[in-house]
């Protein structure tokens, strides 16, 4: 693209009123660029005076107005580079001549004043012509072969709701099923929770008639005994092998090596090619991940709908429960199975069981529910309960909780069940269980029937978890550098769980969305709703991928990240740094990218040494040229020259806080340049050394919150930026430079009010250090 | 009955209802490739979430989120955001309906560059209900900092007074129009979802808990608004009586909820938003008492049941089971005394604190309002989905009670019948 360069300065909201407005357009005039100032510059007027520019040709267009966030759609201008120099919040707003006053005529060119917010807003508007200098248009990236096919991994419930509801919005879908029949769990029980509002009484189950649909829809094909090998490739085109389960063959996914096979006898870690040859040692028998499947079927998206199974207490777990020594004493799953094969019997001896206490919580001490239960647990033996009344006109039914679990709409059941008058329920500690002649007797404390009791039973039932198959096994086998399953599941107990609360699809590995009981302990109701919402987003990835543009968070985003591999030095950083896994290196360690498994955030090229990885409008020269705009005065300039202090800030958190700081007019220091970034996982070291090069005299970040609440929405960025910074000492001694010169915090966007006090502590404490005594040089 | 297959199918949806479900609804369609009409009855989009201080159970700020959801909107032509709008009446089938909506004036136009002249020149105080009347905002306001759109609205209270004159004098970019009126508008869509979330239950109904009658209780959602930055007091917890810092603080669980007299179900977070907002509590007073009275605690699953363990590990967070039965003040001191029956030992327990928090429950939006939703309704004012029929949808709240990622999974589900509707025809 030719680039035809126009500057428009807004004078409206104060900035006119704030700052010298004719000394900043010479700013742009002595760079050669035509300017244009206007009062009122997103109004029909200001934004006609641009576009008639536009139409005359001119493409790359420096707006310095206010922030990017707002009048988005305003200053849109298809085809053409845009930067928004953000003066309104940033500048004018933040830093109020009462505070920050103007200069008089006589402290003009003096040597000794200066002006320090027309500095700031002649620097923005310098660091916004650098940008749209150095950034190209996105190009959108198009897979060779689109498949807007959808595999379902798992054909119970969850599995066969996701298939029929991409299928009824007219995407071909595979089922693969690792039993010989559809329906999982569900073809186990006798009943099951209500699906909708009265949401009282148990139902018939449902899985039969869903078996039905699935079976009959013309956009559905099920392989049953069927499990996933292997899934190369990327979103849109992934290379899926299939296996029976249990068979071994070569397209099995390999797995990455354990940390201490990446080593020598003497500790060093091993070159690229000796690891790659160690590598396929250890996974010998089977293909490299990026040896494709000649005869693997393409598919899409995927969705993991592979569910749950029972929790297998340990061998004296739960001893004071007499589980694994009664024969009486059973789980709620082995109880339903009992149920839905007849009346409900004593495994021990065959006899009537009439009287069956359900124990929601382990006890010892505690009120929390078994491991891996959830409020399906409290409903699943409410339910049973009704049984030993259904199979029994004179049965009773116990149940002891800690918290009765029944939120939302589901009270109604709960209540419903709890009219019958054979069926007990009580807050209680259930603290053992005993035999007792043939039977059983359940003692619990702190109920309602009285402080210490006993009960005598034929049977009881443990209320024990779901756990999601995941935890033992990857289950999605991605034929990914980074290994096969999702990472940090262990942060969610195994589950294939989102962090995001505000967006539950979200996983490490785009095109590929879980629901169901792999997701977190669900009823039916609850796992129908989810599958839906998983199908959505396989259905919205394809769409994305078909239009070259990112899914979340970056939506419609058209970059992607573009790699000058004669540069590449194999040092694999790239590869395993990617928060989504989504480089795969060769067996010289150069990475191969995926473009639709990437979310865009820059973590690559935040970490290579090499500096080569960079977006359309988005890249080490561009912001490294922006770093180099900042001017930064010396003692040539004046007797006393100001610091300068550059922050990285993340865009999506940390800049808008930046702008409500200027919205609420709270005031910070001056002296510091922001600069947004992707997220600072993105923030390569050598825009700091530039910066500290130049004479700056600190810098430092302003990301998310890091750790197992992370709120990062590339997970990881914040978190590698800190290990960045901490590393980066190093190089700051090496320029005699005191560590403290770089810094990184963590706010959150509803910091604001804590923002200038942090802003101004830095610049205080830099002030404390000194001046950075490369200045001037 | 014959359907008229020839009829255009319309490839748009309308989601009525700019809370959290609503925008993730409109956005995961859009984000397919459809275009979307959200209707927002505020001034705002946000809804409830956008006046809570954080998450539970990761303690993060709703704004973050939104923030995220608002940038998505601005880069998608795809979504048409109307706010101050209602919808009137929605006419016609699935594939093909056609909505009546009514814009009420903001007698702010698109001209406002949120620069804040006319609030400045605005001389009349009007109750914020953002804030649940706690504070006052000017009659010219942003509804709150982080607001989308970034636009100012004029109250009705001063349209007709020299203020609004002023505003509209104040403002140099023409953007205060006084002569706005209401407009309606039609819009052809293929399908409905309604996204219209929940109400604080009002809590001075519940006559046994003193709200109203006694200033330190307040509600849960007040307590949100404290605790916000952005909020009446700046972030500060404080008893509104003589804002004294408070030692001691009870908060009384199924205030309403589980309660035939009230809501008969379980509002589904206020276990988990009282269990949060003994963090916020314990952030600003490391030694202030706080007893929290429940039936049961529902804290379900792995996150859930986490959350509640550590906040158990705190040595000043009493856990009572036992419902209040009373309220009653200290005319002096202004404190209260909460009086529970311990489920369990049938011991009275009286236990007297600077301040109450009620955890106040939900009531669907749509509860008592006769609204063109073509759903079926239950008791409470939940609409009852018919996935047979199609065409219109209920999402989030609007359908039960549930937290935040509930909510949005079944929204984001809720996007696909929605899109499944404009496919089959």
């Known amino acids: 693209m030719d680039k035809k360069y126009g500057v428009y300065i807004c004078k409206g909201c104060g900035i006119g009123d704030a700052l010298d407005i004719e000394a900043l357009s010479a700013v742009a005039d002595e760079e050669g660029l035509p300017v244009k100032t206007h009062e009122f510059l997103c109004g029909k007027d200001g934004v006609a005076v641009i576009q008639k520019d536009v139409d005359d040709g001119i493409n790359t267009l420096v707006i310095a107005a206010c922030s990017r966030r707002v009048n988005t759609d305003v200053f849109r201008f298809p085809g053409c580079i845009v930067d928004r120099v953000n003066l309104r919040e940033q500048v004018v707003w933040s830093h109020p001549r009462s505070e920050f006053p103007a200069l008089t005529e006589d402290q003009k060119d003096d040597g000794v004043h200066f002006d320090r917010v027309q500095m700031l807003a002649e620097d923005y508007l310098k660091m916004g012509m650098a940008r749209v200098a150095k950034v190209d248009l996105p190009e959108p990236y198009k897979v060779e072969t689109l498949s807007k096919k959808i595999l379902v991994i798992g054909g119970g419930i969850t599995g066969m709701a996701a298939a029929l509801d991409a299928a009824e919005a007219g995407y071909e879908v595979t089922i693969v099923e690792k039993e010989a029949q559809l329906g999982g769990h569900a073809t186990e029980w006798r009943k099951q929770l209500p699906l909708s509002d009265p949401y009282e009484r148990p139902i018939a189950p449902v899985v039969a008639e869903r078996i039905k649909a699935v079976e009959a829809h013309p956009n559905i094909v099920v392989k049953t005994e069927t499990v996933v090998a292997r899934i190369a490739g990327e979103p849109g085109e992934f290379i899926v092998t299939l296996k029976k389960p249990g068979e071994k063959i070569e397209f099995d996914v390999p797995f990455p090596l354990p940390d201490e096979m990446k080593v020598d006898e003497n500790g060093k870690e091993l070159d690229a090619e000796a690891l790659h040859k160690k590598y396929m040692e250890y996974n010998k028998g089977k293909k490299d991940i990026l040896t494709l499947d000649p005869n693997g079927e393409m598919f899409g998206a995927v969705i993991l709908a592979a569910g749950w199974r029972p929790y297998a207490p340990a061998e004296g777990e739960l001893d004071h429960l007499g589980y694994g020594k009664l024969p009486d004493v059973v789980t709620n799953v082995q109880f339903e199975q009992m149920a839905k094969s007849g009346k409900i019997t004593r495994p021990s001896d065959g006899r009537e069981a009439k009287t069956v206490v359900f124990v929601q919580s382990p006890g010892a001490g505690d009120d929390s529910d078994f491991a891996y239960t959830g409020a399906v647990t409290s409903m699943v033996a409410l339910k049973q309960a009704g049984y030993v009344r259904e199979d029994y006109a004179d049965g009773k039914a116990y149940v002891f909780y800690q918290h009765m679990r029944t939120p939302g709409l589901s009270e109604n059941f709960y209540k419903s069940m709890q009219q019958d008058p054979g069926i007990f329920l009580s807050k209680g500690e259930v603290v053992g269980v005993s035999k007792n002649g043939s039977g059983l007797v359940v003692e619990a404390d702190n109920t309602l029937f009285g402080d210490k009791i006993k009960v005598g039973a034929d049977l009881v039932v443990l209320a024990t978890g779901m756990v999601p198959v995941t935890k033992d096994d990857p289950v999605i086998n991605l034929a990914y550098r980074q290994g096969p399953g999702f990472r940090d599941n262990a942060l969610f107990d195994d589950y294939a769980d989102s962090n995001f609360i505000c967006f539950p699809y979200e996983t490490q590995r785009t095109g590929i969305y879980a629901a169901g009981g792999v997701r977190r302990a669900m009823t039916v109701e609850e796992s129908i709703e989810d599958a839906a919402g998983a199908a959505l987003k396989a259905i919205q990835c394809l769409e994305s991928v078909n239009r070259g543009v990112s899914v979340h968070p970056r939506s419609g985003d058209m970059t992607f990240p573009d790699f000058f591999f004669q540069r590449c030095t194999q040092c694999k950083r790239c590869t395993e740094e990617c928060p989504f896994g989504a480089l795969d290196d060769d067996e010289r360690g150069t990475p191969k990218p995926n473009p639709t498994r990437c979310r865009r955030c820059g973590t690559c090229m935040g970490a290579c040494p090499e500096r080569i990885i960079g977006f359309a409008d988005y890249n080490i020269d561009s912001i490294g040229s922006m770093v180099k705009a900042i001017g930064v005065p010396s003692e040539d300039d004046y007797e006393e020259p100001p610091l300068r202090i550059l922050g990285l800030v993340c865009e999506n958190d940390a800049y808008p806080a930046l702008d409500m700081v200027g919205l609420n007019r709270m005031s910070f220091s001056a002296e510091v340049r922001f600069i947004p970034v992707r997220c600072l996982g993105s923030v390569n070291v050598i825009w700091i050394k530039d910066a500290l090069s130049q004479g700056m005299d600190g810098v430092f970040l302003l990301g998310c919150k890091h750790g197992d609440d992370y709120q990062c929405h590339f997970i990881k960025g914040s978190e590698l930026a800190d290990i960045r910074m901490k590393k980066i000492g190093d190089a700051l001694q090496s320029l005699a430079l005191e560590n403290e010169r770089v810094a990184q915090f963590q706010v959150a966007i509803d910091d604001y009010d804590k923002l200038p006090q942090i802003i101004n502590d830095f610049v205080a404490m830099v002030e404390d250090l000194g001046p950075n005594p490369f200045k001037g040089f | ?425």
């Not at chain 2, 709008?85 to 949120?114: F, H, I, L, S």
């Not at chain 2, 309002?369 to 939940?382: E, I, Q, T, V």
Request: aromatic fraction near 8%; charge should be negative; charged fraction near 25%.
């Open chain 2, 1 to 425: 009955m014959t359907q008229d297959k020839a009829a255009p199918a319309s490839q748009s949806i309308m989601v009525v209802g700019g809370g959290i479900s609503g925008l993730t609804s409109a956005l995961e369609a859009a984000e397919v490739g459809y275009e979307v009409f959200l209707v927002e009855k505020n001034p705002y989009l946000g809804g409830r979430v956008s006046q809570l201080n954080q998450y539970f159970p990761k303690l993060c700020p709703p704004t973050c989120g939104l923030e995220i959801n608002f940038r998505r909107i601005k880069d998608n032509p795809n979504i048409k955001v109307m706010t101050m709008t209602e919808v009137v009446k929605v006419d016609g089938q699935p594939g093909d309906y056609e909505a009546t909506v009514k814009v009420m004036p903001r007698y702010v136009n698109e001209n406002c560059t949120c620069c804040g002249e006319c609030a400045k020149v605005c001389e009349t105080e009007i109750s914020n209900e953002f804030n649940f009347g706690m504070d006052t905002s000017k009659g010219a306001y942003l509804p709150f900092e982080m607001a989308f759109p970034a636009r100012y609205v004029i109250s009705p209270q001063i349209i007709g007074t020299e203020d609004a004159k002023r505003c509209k004098e104040a403002c140099k970019y023409d953007a205060v129009d006084l002569e706005m009126t209401e407009k309606t508008i039609t819009l052809k869509v293929g399908a409905v979802i309604w996204a219209t979330g929940w109400e604080p239950y009002d809590a001075s109904r519940i006559d046994n808990l003193g709200f109203g009658l006694y200033p330190n209780i307040i509600t849960n959602m007040m307590m949100e608004r404290l605790a916000a930055p952005s909020g009446p007091t700046k972030g500060k917890i404080l008893r509104p009586s003589d804002d004294k810092e408070p030692t001691s603080i009870a908060f009384v669980q199924c205030a309403g909820s589980r309660d035939e007299n009230h809501l008969p179900y379980c509002s589904y977070i206020c276990c988990m938003a009282s269990l949060k907002q003994a963090t916020y509590v314990r952030e600003r007073y490391p030694d202030a008492k706080i007893y929290i009275f429940y039936i049961d605690l529902r804290a379900p699953g792995y996150r859930y049941e986490r959350f509640y363990k550590k906040i158990k590990e705190d040595e000043n967070v009493f856990f009572i089971k036992g419902k209040v039965a009373e309220v009653s003040e200290d005319t002096e001191t202004r404190n209260v005394t909460v009086t529970a029956e311990d489920a369990v030992s049938g011991e009275k327990i009286h236990q007297t604190v600077d301040m109450v928090v009620l955890a106040t429950g939900m009531q669907p939006t749509a509860a008592g309002m006769s609204l063109p939703a073509g759903l079926k309704m239950n008791a409470d004012g939940f609409f009852i989905n018919d996935f047979e029929k199609g065409g219109v949808f209920a999402a989030g709240c609007a359908n039960k009670p549930a937290d935040v990622v509930s909510s949005n999974q079944n929204a984001t589900g809720m996007a696909l019948k929605a899109i499944q509707t404009l496919v089959r025809r």
